[in-house]
């Protein structure tokens, strides 16, 4: 039977404001917006890090001067189900060229060469909904411009706790080799 990776593609029409502050909700606390392109060192403040070498290194990868990326928020939960433990990590990401950040077929694009590209990895097994790609309107207030951020959320699971982080942390490194090579934003992603 062939392999089969999926990335689960939803549209949400709220329009996320970025920079945003911090803000109290019933589910925890949302942190105020770092750049994190110019500022990576503020990547250590950031709560959600805390404990989780492997989603630190993948935000310092994300965020790396030569990227074409840059993530605008991050949240991590556990969910039990089944027997089972996911660790769950979502990362908000936009392109740095704003045309691409305007361009809501550069994002389809990016998750085609992504599904792709996760395709190769065996750490994104059949059947598992091990990778997520949510597209949400998003807008740059300094610079007046409407975009799109992606969420991707990936998913490590295991039968305890420290299994799903194990896994999550084996998959975030998978998704850092990947974001290193650039046949992935090459081509549909070159100035016109």
């Given at each position: 039977m062939p392999r089969k990776v999926c990335i689960r593609?939803?549209?949400?029409?709220e329009?996320?404001?970025i920079p945003y502050e911090a803000e109290t909700y019933t589910g925890g606390?949302?942190?105020p917006y770092r750049p994190l392109v110019q500022a990576p060192?503020?990547?250590?403040?950031?709560?959600?890090?805390?404990?989780?070498?492997?989603?630190?290194q993948l935000l310092h990868t994300i965020n790396s001067p030569e990227g074409v990326l840059e993530s605008v928020r991050i949240d991590t939960f556990y969910n039990d189900h089944a027997g089972q433990v996911a660790h769950v990590a979502a990362i908000g990401l936009i392109f740095?060229?704003?045309?691409?950040?305007?361009d809501i077929d550069k994002c389809l694009a990016f998750a085609?060469?992504?599904l792709e590209a996760l395709h190769a990895s065996t750490l994104f097994r059949e059947n598992e909904d091990s990778a997520q790609l949510e597209l949400q309107r998003a807008m740059l207030r300094e610079e007046r411009l409407q975009g799109w951020i992606m969420d991707l959320f990936l998913i490590g699971q295991g039968k305890t706790q420290q299994a799903s982080d194990a896994d999550l942390a084996a998959?975030?490194?998978a998704l850092q080799d990947v974001l290193h090579k650039p046949r992935l934003t090459e081509a549909l992603f070159t100035k016109r």
């Open positions: 593609l939803t549209l949400d029409d329009t996320l404001q606390v949302i942190h060192e503020q990547i250590a403040q950031i709560p959600e890090l805390r404990g989780q070498p492997a989603l630190k740095r060229e704003r045309s691409w950040f305007q085609g060469r992504l998959r975030c490194q």
